[in-house]
């Protein structure tokens, strides 16, 4: 690879458009719990309620809770390697400029220039 950039503003309308299908998951999720409450309230069935609490106390709700989890954790990585990644430019390019001018400074002056 000869070459490769990272456009912040870029990365940031990708986290937006991420966060919108995130966010009406975590919603959903956040509604789910009542709807469920309420359905096995409605059908006064033991044998329902047990099987609702069983579903999301067995593998269901870990996964859920890891799905939410590892888009939580990919947004939050993508912004601190941006934030590393512009932190290296600024650092790399504030190098090149103190390196040219002091470049300058010990450059031999040219015959007869005092």
């Known amino acids: 690879m000869s070459r490769w950039s990272i456009d912040p503003t870029g990365v940031a309308g990708v986290l937006e458009d991420v966060n919108v299908p995130a966010t009406a998951l975590g919603e959903a999720l956040n ?26 106390e067995g593998e269901e709700g870990p996964r859920i809770e890891a799905m939410s989890e ?19 430019d600024l650092e790399m390019a504030a190098t090149a400029q103190s ?13 007869g220039v005092r």
């Open 31 to 56: 509604t789910l719990v009542p709807a469920l409450q309420a359905g096995v309230t409605a059908t006064s069935s033991a044998a329902i309620s047990q099987a609702v609490q069983e579903y999301f």
């Open 70 to 88: 590892r888009i939580a954790a990919a947004s939050s990585g993508v912004v601190a390697a941006t934030q590393a990644y512009v932190a290296g």
């Open 99 to 111: 390196a040219s001018i002091d470049a300058f400074r010990t450059a031999p002056l040219p015959p």
